[in-house]
């Protein structure tokens, strides 16, 4: 016997109690093919509870449990770690899928590598196969696959070695219109990620460096032009290689929209400017003018920054303060004003009749008011000059046809706003009796001669009767009356 043969051998007890207790499983297996002992780990990485259920040998092994290659390739005769290890190859870290012979459906994910321990005489004298359960992480990544996947924010992810894309989900491809072969192995600046970022440098050196990549703005190069996106970049793991994870926030949305707000204030603003119309606006809660047209300021004979900054009451525009504290209340309640009478202050201390529309309106985010101005002074100026016309001829009444009449009334209407609701059956007597000498001609001093009343008594029932039919001037209250057939009636003397 050679001092070889006469080599101790491993003590397996002692052997078996320094490894027991180790989180890798470990299955030592004898140099004749059988399996000698495995400690707790690798019986529970194959959900078993004894040894004897490894099958006892490397044949029986393989017939109990169906290895697979992660590409889904079964292991050949021979190709099973254990027989590789028996045969004298050496394992390095290799990663199968191993499940139970009897239900295939059942998966577990093993990384394997083999040890040899020799005795004295440097023989192989235990063979080692080392395994460590990688089951935890692979569903793990199997989840994050299936909600990157499912994922509708669009994401990429790209190796850090060598910064080409492995990974495109859906909502990416939908929000860019690209295929997944126009984007998975080609790189970051092949795809144009930061190429159009204002912080691209910058991205691009942490990206380089695999550090954190904070939200920038970007434009992505696609098919037909470019998409505008918010895009972050966070180092991750997949598998055994360091990535990084890309996310998107879709902008070209916004984009357009805003856009077309431009164009839409842009045309606003032209039509406001060129508006013929005097124009202006002011902030609601204060009613500062903010802005008027050219016609506004030829109107009122003042120049842009007299107004602007200014309020109404401050320029003292309107004559009527009363009438335009009224409008602007009405206009915080949301009421919008249309055709109000206002008489406004020029700068030259003359007077302009306006018809007056005001409404709410939100520009950039602010409440605001819009004012459109109708200078009708002119017209007032001539339908006065027409009433003067027909108040010096009142003494005679008669030649006026029905047609000019039924035409002065329509032209009183018009400039004067609403008629009067009031009718004749709504007159008092007297009131009957004012209006039929109005229609005669009568003055004051003559129907307090022909009713017996002072002069002043004649004065308060003309004006109870203006009032009530809604007139300010004998002809009005002609026309008033005519527009009612009313032609009055000589009264008696008294």
């Known amino acids: 016997m050679t001092d070889v043969d006469q080599a101790p051998k491993i003590n397996r007890a002692v052997l078996q109690q320094v490894i027991a207790g180790l989180s890798d499983g470990l299955i030592l297996v004898e140099t004749d093919g059988s399996i000698a ?42 190709q099973y770690p254990l027989e590789r290890l028996l045969a004298g190859e050496m394992v390095e870290d290799i990663t199968v899928e191993v499940s139970p012979a009897t239900d295939e459906d059942v998966i577990w994910i093993h990384t394997l590598r083999s040890l040899v321990i020799e005795d004295a005489g440097a023989r192989p004298d235990v063979l080692v196969l080392v395994l460590r359960d990688e089951t935890p992480r692979y569903e793990a990544e199997k989840r994050f696959e299936s909600a ?21 989900n859906q909502g990416f491809m939908e929000m860019t219109g690209l295929a997944r072969e126009d984007v998975i192995g080609r790189t970051v600046e092949e795809i144009g990620l930061f190429s159009n970022c204002e912080t691209g440098e910058d991205a691009t050196e942490k990206l380089a460096e695999g550090r954190l990549i904070r939200q920038r703005e970007a434009l992505i190069p696609i098919p037909g032009g470019d998409r505008l996106v918010i895009v972050a970049g966070e180092p991750i793991p997949v598998g055994e290689e360091a990535c990084m994870l890309f996310t998107f926030a879709d902008l070209d949305g916004r984009r357009r929209a805003q856009n077309a707000l431009r164009q839409s204030e842009e045309r606003f603003s032209k039509s406001f400017r060129l508006s013929p119309a005097p124009t202006a606006i002011s902030r609601l809660h204060d009613f ?24 109404a009451a401050e320029l003292g525009l309107w004559e009527d303060v009363k009438l335009r504290r009224a409008l602007e209340q009405k206009l915080k309640d949301n009421t919008p004003v249309r055709d109000e009478a206002l008489t406004m202050r020029l700068k030259d201390g003359g007077r302009a009749e306006c018809l007056v529309a005001a409404e709410r309106v939100e520009i950039a985010d602010q409440q605001c008011v819009i004012w459109a101005m109708q200078d009708v002074t002119e017209r007032r100026r001539t339908e006065d000059e027409l009433i003067q016309a027909i108040e010096s001829v009142m003494a005679d009444t008669s030649w006026f046809s029905r047609t000019v009449v039924d035409r002065l009334a329509t032209l009183r209407q018009s ?20 209006l039929s000498l109005i229609c005669q001609g009568l003055s004051d001093a003559e129907m307090g001669d022909m009713l017996h009343l002072s002069k ?39």
């Not at 924010?153 to 990974?167: K, M, S, T, V």
């Not at 029932?461 to 004998?474: C, E, F, M, Q």
């Open 456 to 494: 002043h008594t004649i004065r308060n029932h003309v004006a109870s009767l203006y009032a009530k039919i809604g007139v300010n001037r004998r002809a009005a209250a002609v026309i008033w009356a005519r527009e009612r057939g009313f032609l009055g009636e000589q009264p008696k003397r008294r």
């Open 288 to 311: 500062v003018f903010t802005e008027v047209n050219e016609a506004f300021l030829q109107l009122c004979g003042r120049k842009a920054e007299e107004v602007i900054g200014k309020t």
């Open 415 to 434: 400039s004067r706003g609403k008629p009067s609701t009031a009718q004749l059956q709504d007159l008092s007597e007297r009131e009957t009796e004012i």
């Open 148 to 168: 990157f996947n499912a994922n509708p924010a669009p994401g990429l992810i790209c190796r850090l070695e060598d910064q080409r894309f492995i990974r495109v």
């Open 37 to 78: 002992w495995a400690n707790q780990s690798a019986l529970d990485m194959h959900r078993i509870e004894a040894i004897d259920e490894l099958g006892g040998d490397v044949a029986g092994y393989r017939r109990r449990f169906t290895l697979r290659y992660r590409n889904k390739h079964r292991l050949d005769e021979g």
